[in-house]
């Protein structure tokens, strides 16, 4: 009799708990559902609006580097120009910059990402509109270029005995220790005729420490050349000078262990190497054994 009381009790109990819980779920789903769905919403929204956002940075970075890409591949090696560098370009990027814009705790990463994609855009931009002014500025003045462009031997390859020391690190050959060697060095006999390798404005003509007697020249279109260790010069800064143009004599002034010339190429203040410009003066087999003298390993 007392425990099917206190099973109806119970069952009482039961019911009244299960009619407050649906009626809790029935007041809450009709007083607060609207509200969170509607911001569910709002919220799947922005996040559509944010993968179109994306897709459109990428998008934009995409058809930048294939401008970048013709450049490089197509426009420059038509006019025999080299890449551009700009070293700004390729700095990191100040991360606190973006941790100060951004502290949405749910969005944050992709915001920040977001920030740092159209920062690489708007460099991307930059280097593209750059390096197509170069190129654009280069197509229209093709036939000036090719004539200053330093694309001869400074001396008659037939006066050449050797090229003693090539551009690149090296033992120096006085000093003893390893310095990087900023041209090339060809071993003549004194009184060789010396070239100007295209046309220019001569910069400096005279004694300089190291060189000797010395010459460079300016080409225009960011090209300089430079010559060192000659026994007797022709020009002095300000006269121009035509490619083939002998400006100097083969000599062995300053630090210098026997008669050779030294010459230089610099591209926009950085040397290059000059034998790199050579092959605009040889057949592609002349080049060849060229590169196989000088690196034997290259013919095997
Ligand atoms: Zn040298």
């Known amino acids: 009799m007392r425990s099917s009381k206190l099973v109806r009790i119970a069952t009482k109990l039961g019911i009244s708990l299960l009619i407050a819980v649906v009626l809790n779920i029935l007041i809450t789903s009709i007083t607060e559902s609207p509200k969170m769905s509607k911001m569910l919403e709002e919220r799947h929204q922005l996040e559509d609006k944010f993968l179109v956002l994306e897709q459109k940075i990428a998008s934009a970075q995409r058809t930048v580097d294939e401008i970048i890409v013709r450049d490089h591949q197509i426009y420059r090696p038509l006019l025999d120009i080299d890449t551009l560098y700009i070293p700004e370009i390729y700095a990191e990027y100040n991360d606190s910059k973006y941790a100060s814009l951004i502290s949405d705790e749910i969005y944050g990463d992709k915001i920040k990402q977001a920030w740092l994609d ?129 400006i100097a004599k083969v000599g062995n002034t300053g630090v210098s262990t026997g008669p050779h010339l030294h010459y230089e190429v610099r591209f926009r203040g950085d040397h290059v190497n000059p034998i790199n410009y050579f092959n605009k003066d040889m057949d592609t087999t002349a080049y060849r054994d060229l590169m196989n003298q000088i690196n034997p390993d290259n013919s095997k």
Request: hydrophobic share 35%; glycine share 10%.
């Open 118 to 246: 159209i920062d690489q855009l708007t460099r991307s931009m930059y280097y593209a509109s750059r390096s197509l002014d170069d190129t654009q500025l280069l197509a229209e003045n093709k036939e000036e270029y090719t004539l200053v462009i330093p694309a001869i031997w400074p001396i008659d390859r037939t006066k050449l005995r050797k090229i003693s020391s090539l551009y690149g690190w090296r033992v120096h050959p006085r000093y003893g220790y390893r310095r990087m060697h900023e041209g090339i060095d060809l071993a003549a006999p004194i009184g060789t005729d010396v070239y100007a390798t295209g046309d220019a404005v001569v910069v400096k003509a005279g004694w300089q420490a190291g060189y000797g007697k010395y010459i460079e020249l300016n080409h225009g279109f960011g090209y300089r050349t430079r010559y060192g260790h000659m026994s007797e010069i022709y020009v002095k800064a300000g006269d121009s000078v035509r490619r083939g143009q002998t």
